[in-house]
């Protein structure tokens, strides 16, 4: 990866595509699901979301694997597909990244009022 890719984000952009190629793949209610995890966790992500990247492909090869097996999506991820995505994202209840920047602007300016 150049240094042009990680500006602009190309990198990510192919290979959200190549995520996205191989999740047309998967069996409809797969397919449903990781459009969901997708969304749920990018809420977790820092600012550029590089950090989602290697479990974004983490999930979709056990979606892949699992579906290969014959598993149903009930099966493999349960009922709480939000709370899946808070325990990849590493802790249950995990802050987004505007939870981050709020945390980080009030200890700015309790730093400035000498707090």
């Known amino acids: 990866m150049n240094l042009w890719e990680k500006v602009t984000g190309s990198d990510m952009t192919k290979e959200l595509k190549t995520f996205e190629s191989r999740a047309q793949k998967l069996p409809v209610d797969y397919q449903a699901a990781w459009k969901e995890i997708n ?13 989602l990247m290697p479990i974004l492909d983490g999930v979709l090869s056990l979606l892949e694997e699992t579906a290969a097996d014959g598993l149903s999506v009930k099966e493999v991820l349960g009922d709480d597909i939000k709370g899946f995505c808070s325990v990849l994202a590493g802790e249950e209840g995990a802050k987004s990244f505007r939870d981050k920047w709020r945390e980080q602007l009030n200890n700015n300016i309790a730093k400035k009022l000498g707090k």
């Open 39 to 51: 969304a749920n966790l990018w809420l977790h992500s820092d600012f550029t979301g590089r950090n």
